[in-house]
């Protein structure tokens, strides 16, 4: 079962939901220890105070904020003197549609299950996962977890409520002078869609691997059977596309020809008579006829 | 203009694309500096050795992967490097999705795409076609020495580049146990929670939100450089509710009313 990170209640109209909410994705990364290259060993990472140049225990920290070249020293007793006051509670806003919120402001996302087994809670958890589930609308709240406010959405997902935390609306930045001036030509994007919809596919994320990790797995496998490692050389950029229009054409001519069978090439090279066909290799055949 | 962090290009079909990347999200939480609290002074991380406690050079720090207690892999900085494969410069998109199937739990995080020299008419015909298809481009990005999966999608005008969570690191729903009750809504429950929901009805205006703790934490650093007192205020708790019927009326009627 998942650490649950934050206790509280959802609060749904008059109806109080106990709930407790763990993270939905999980730290599957490879994570690696600083060693001392001569000693081998892993260094410690101590605290030292800049002026004095000796080291600082951790009840002895405080947080600094520059204000006017100032610091003004903050301590934890100061910061929960201003912490929201309904801390406890999930405060459902409004209900907003979901395809209304764009993914820019998804920020961390989490699960939310209810506390307890007592009937009355597993009743309303079940109730609002249902109507949830019937909507296509998300609802909009705002709790505060340790020291910090967050505007989230929650909606149902697989039968049980997801949370994702929004960013603030001035955490998204405006795009204005990013794009390039001018419409783009209607020839072009009628190609490009074209070739969009050739390379369209349903979305199921388990198809994408993590290979990061598995490289990094296997580069850790040889070292540790004694191998050397090097890094592939890096790549050179290609080109910008010179000529836009031919080069959708290209692909999408491409794209037909990767759809036929070696009989079908076969036959269209007859057709276009291309010398020396019946020896040629599918890759071949794909390049004669492109 | 704002300024870009990293350049590549777009590869899609035969058409490749130059663009520059630039952040599209700030994390605007208060954020404080370790200070000594005695004398305010700013900390410092140092590295020591444990046992003779000699302070560490970063030069002399290598990664060590711990494969059973205290015995580990020795990683150079270039070997980690190794891993991030070879295609550094590029963002090959082999297929395109239809970007709302995409569950808001795989969204990480968001930039936004700016085009560079030669690539102006291909971005402008991708960004106009992402949109009228309403599709994202899958595809993979390097970027410090890590590789991500992301989506790239027509923003408003703009192409935005996400970065997505790996299927493994979601974590399964059947992985949340969950009771069941014994008896479950009823239909008038069910029909009054949906008319709560009709009620409230809106839709989204971010502006509509500020971080009030935010404000409230900077205000309170304000006082405190003036010298004022700090003071408390309790947290509200709310109570369970016991008649889930009689609560869901009530909401409704409050809303109405």
Redesign the interface.
Known sequence: ??RSLWTG?L????????VQL???????G?H?????????????????????DVE?QYR?????????D??????D?????????????IE???????????????NH?Y?L??IG?S??????Y???V???A??D?A??G?F?MR???Y?V?V?A????L?L?T????????E?T????A????KA??E???A???E?????D??R?????RE??A???ER??KGGT??????????????D?MA??E???A??KLEGLSKQELLERAADEDVDGRSNMSRDELMEALS | ??RSIF???I????????IKL?????????S????????????????????SGDE?DFG????????SEGE????SK?????????????IP??????A????????AK?Y???????????????????E??K?A??G?M?FHD??Y?VAVRA??????L?T????????D?G???????????SQR??KL??S??DT?????T??K??????E??L????A??KGKQ?????????????D?FA??Q???K??KG
């Open positions: 079962m998942a209640s609060s749904f109209g008059l109806v109080n939901v106990p763990s993270s939905a994705v999980r730290d599957v490879i690696f220890r600083q060693l001392h290259a001569k000693t081998h060993r892993p260094v410690d990472v101590k605290r030292f105070c800049s002026a004095e600082v002895d920290v405080a947080h600094g904020y520059e204000l006017d100032n610091v003004v020293i903050v301590t007793e100061d910061l929960e003197t201003v912490e929201p006051r309904k801390t406890r509670t459902i806003e409004a209900f907003v549609p979901l395809s209304g919120v764009d993914p820019a402001y998804f996302p699960v299950l209810p087994d009937e009355g809670t597993l009743r309303a079940q109730l609002l249902e109507v949830m019937t909507t609308r609802a909009l705002r505060v020291t910090k406010e505007l959405l909606r997902r697989e039968g049980r997801s994702v929004l960013l603030w609306h001035d955490e998204v930045r795009s002078g990013i794009a390039p001018g419409r783009a030509k072009a994007v190609q490009t869609v070739l969009i919809e390379l369209s596919v349903d979305w994320p388990s994408y691997e993590d290979r990061h490289r990094l296997s580069v850790i070292k540790r490692v090097k890094a592939p050389k890096p790549e050179r950029e290609p080109a910008a596309t010179p836009l080069a959708l290209q692909s999408l491409k794209m | 203009m704002p350049n590549a290009t590869c899609f079909g035969l058409v490749n694309v130059p630039h952040t599209a999200t700030d994390n605007k939480t208060v404080f500096r370790e200070v000594h609290e005695s004398d305010g002074a700013p900390l410092e991380h140092r590295r020591v050795d444990p046992e560490v002399d720090i290598v990664k060590g992967y711990e494969i580990f892999v020795e990683l270039e070997e980690v490097k190794a891993a991030a494969g070879d295609r550094t410069k590029t998109i082999e297929e395109f999705v239809p709302a199937d995409i569950d808001p739990i795989y969204w968001t936004h795409l700016g085009p560079r020299e030669g690539g102006e008419d291909a971005y402008k015909a991708l960004q106009k076609a992402l009228q298809t599709r481009g899958i993979r390097t890590r590789e999966l923003l408003e005008g703009v192409l935005g996400h997505l969570h790996f299927a493994d690191e979601v974590v729903a992985e949340f146990d969950l009771s069941e009750p014994q008896r479950g809504p429950e069910v929670a949906a709560l929901i409230l009805s809106d839709d989204f971010p502006e939100y500020d971080d009030s703790y935010r409230r934490v205000k309170m650093i304000e405190k450089a700090i003071v408390r205020s309790e947290p509200d708790e709310p109570a369970e509710e016991s889930l609560a869901l009530a909401s409704v409050g809303v």
